[in-house]
């Protein structure tokens, strides 16, 4: 006995429901599989001015279309990432099995929110960012006169 309460495989319990619908809310990006996953902002909602569809419309402006009330053919754009930044009280992991190394970093995002995760980095791509750290280390010092 594995002490295992619930069932380990789909088929061992009850049936798997399917994901929440995507309800799109005002001003959301939403990607529409209805128009070939055409990219527009949702400036109307079902039910809200005598809207009975979603209107969206292409982000730099132009003509709007309606997908389905229930939301059925849009999906969510998620955030663009801006930059990087490493984690604080990560530390950097080599593997020398697979060559490779890991580094902990922070995901910023456009909307202001962040996420962690690894930065993976072959022997070649550690080795480029060596020598591109050396030349930011020797600008800095220059800059700030650290000089050795």
Same mark, same amino acid.
């Given at each position: 006995?594995?002490?295992?309460?619930?069932?380990?495989?789909?088929?061992?319990?009850?049936?798997?429901?399917?994901a929440v619908?995507?309800?799109?809310?005002?001003?959301?990006?939403a990607?529409?599989?209805?128009?070939g996953?055409?990219?527009?902002?949702?400036?109307?909602?079902?039910?809200?001015? !005598?809207a009975?569809?979603?209107?969206?419309?292409?982000? &730099?402006?132009?003509p709007?279309?309606?997908?389905? =009330? /229930? $939301? +059925? %053919?849009?999906?969510?754009?998620?955030?663009?990432?801006?930059h990087?930044?490493?984690?604080?009280?990560g !530390?950097?992991?080599?593997d020398?099995?697979t060559?490779? &190394?890991s580094v902990?970093?922070?995901?910023?995002? =456009? /909307? $202001? +929110? %962040?996420s962690?995760?690894?930065?993976?980095?072959?022997?070649a791509?550690?080795?480029r960012?060596?020598?591109?750290?050396?030349r930011l280390?020797v600008?800095?010092e220059?800059?700030?006169?650290?000089?050795e």
């Open positions: 006995m594995t002490g295992r309460r619930t069932p380990h495989l789909p088929s061992e319990g009850p049936e798997l429901l399917s619908p995507f309800a799109a809310r005002l001003g959301d990006l990607a529409d599989t209805a128009h996953g055409r990219v527009g902002v949702v400036v109307a909602l079902p039910g809200e001015d !005598s009975t569809t979603y209107h969206l419309r292409p982000p &730099g402006g132009g709007t279309w309606s997908a389905p =009330a /229930d $939301g +059925s %053919t849009l999906l969510p754009v998620p955030a663009q990432i801006t990087a930044t490493l984690l604080t009280g !530390s950097a992991v080599y020398p099995r060559g490779q &190394g902990p970093v922070v995901f910023h995002f =456009a /909307d $202001g +929110s %962040t962690e995760g690894t930065l993976i980095l072959t022997s791509d550690l080795e960012l060596y020598a591109q750290t050396g280390l600008s800095h220059k800059a700030t006169g650290d000089l």
